[in-house]
């Protein structure tokens, strides 16, 4: 693989996107403990993943970020928090205002422990990259030294590739799991069905429980 067209382009794209990464947090380079999320703004330069063209020879398109940032519902997943009708979800379920509630942040945002926040992080992208690709400390290093996907997954970016592991990330919002659920009571103060027509996930497996349990803070990337 090393040494190919494709990789040689990631090589370029690599030192672009290394002089980004030079300017980020040390924080979040060096001592970080691994799974730091780095936030949006470290995955959308534009010789990363915010190109207006595919970036010479690399392997994927590169413009996941404009995609995500134009198209996806995951962009807009933090601000329908701020809108009348989620403030008023809140306040029938004693939660204060719903974009600092732990529990609609959990599926609203990357909603990570602040000690796993680097930087240029911020809880208002919503469901951002590091959302399903994880958190990216640990492996960004190895990703824009022109490593293959095998060398990225194994520094820990998440297999989204591998069915299962893609079903169990999007279930855990979707359907929900452990730490991230919607109850009766939830639905009660007016949230939307979960299972959606776009999301191809049987109504009966829904996750239903009858109390509000604290959320964990510490969700895995
Ligand atoms: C288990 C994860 C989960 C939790 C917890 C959760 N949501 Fe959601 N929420 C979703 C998902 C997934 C959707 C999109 C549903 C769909 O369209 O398939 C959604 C949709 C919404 C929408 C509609 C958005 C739109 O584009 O129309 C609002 C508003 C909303 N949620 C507010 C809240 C509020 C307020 C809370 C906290 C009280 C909360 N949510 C808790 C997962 C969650
Ligand atoms: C809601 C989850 C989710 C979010 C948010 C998300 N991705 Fe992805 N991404 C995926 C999945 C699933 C795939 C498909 C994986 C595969 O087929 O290998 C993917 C694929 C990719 C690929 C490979 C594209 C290709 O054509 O081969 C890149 C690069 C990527 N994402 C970057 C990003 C960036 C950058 C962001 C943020 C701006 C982002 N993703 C946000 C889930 C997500
Ligand atoms: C961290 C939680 C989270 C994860 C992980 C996640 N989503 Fe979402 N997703 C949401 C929320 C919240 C919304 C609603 C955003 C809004 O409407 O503002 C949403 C919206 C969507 C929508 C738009 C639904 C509509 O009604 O238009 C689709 C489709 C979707 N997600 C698919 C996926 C897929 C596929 C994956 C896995 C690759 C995934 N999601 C992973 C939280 C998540």
New binding site residues.
């Given amino acids: 693989m090393f040494g190919t067209v494709a990789t040689r382009g990631l090589r370029f794209a690599a030192i672009v996107c290394g002089a980004a990464a030079l300017a980020m947090p040390a924080r979040a380079q060096s001592q970080a403990p691994p799974n730091v999320h780095l936030g ?1 703004a470290s ?2 330069g534009g010789n990363c ?1 915010g190109a207006m063209e595919r970036p010479k020879g690399s ?3 590169g413009n ?2 404009i995609i ?2 134009k198209s ?1 519902k ?1 962009r807009q997943a933090y601000a329908v928090l701020l809108e009348p009708r989620s403030e008023r979800m809140a306040q029938a379920l004693g939660l204060g205002r719903a974009e600092r509630a732990p529990l609609c942040l959990n599926c609203h945002a990357d909603y990570v422990a602040p000690d796993r926040r680097g930087n240029l992080f911020q809880l208002s992208d919503g ?3 590091e ?3 994880g958190g990216a400390s640990g492996w960004l290093g190895v990703h824009i030294s022109g490593a293959t996907h095998q060398q990225n997954i194994a520094a820990g970016l998440y297999p ?2 591998r069915p299962l592991a ?1 079903a169990e ?2 279930m855990s919002c979707h359907v929900g799991d452990a730490t991230h659920y919607v109850d009766h009571r939830i639905y009660g103060a007016g949230h939307p069905p979960l299972a959606s027509s776009s999301t191809p996930i049987p109504r009966t497996s829904r996750r239903i429980s009858s109390s509000i349990r604290p959320m964990s803070r510490a969700r895995g990337g």
């Fill in positions: 949006v995955c959308s993943h392997a994927v398109p996941e970020y995500w940032s996806d995951h469901v951002g990259c959302a399903c690709h989204t590739d893609r990330k999007c």
